[in-house]
């Protein structure tokens, strides 16, 4: 299965808390913490709803 490095770039202050919970669920805490996951329906829908926060890319 592919997979893909989700990268925190953006700050997440100014969110909503949906946003924020999303971006939590990632795995994501800090500016430039990255976290790899598989690339499935369920992870492209939580990327898609903070895709202003985080880079994308796929892991080798």
Known sequence: MAKIKVKLVRSTIACLPKQRATV??????????ERVHDD???????IRVVEHLVKVEEAK
Request: proline share 6%; aromatic share 0%.
């Open 24 to 33: 939590r669920a990632l795995g994501l805490r800090k500016i430039s913490s």
């Open 40 to 46: 499935n329906p369920v992870i492209r829908g939580m």
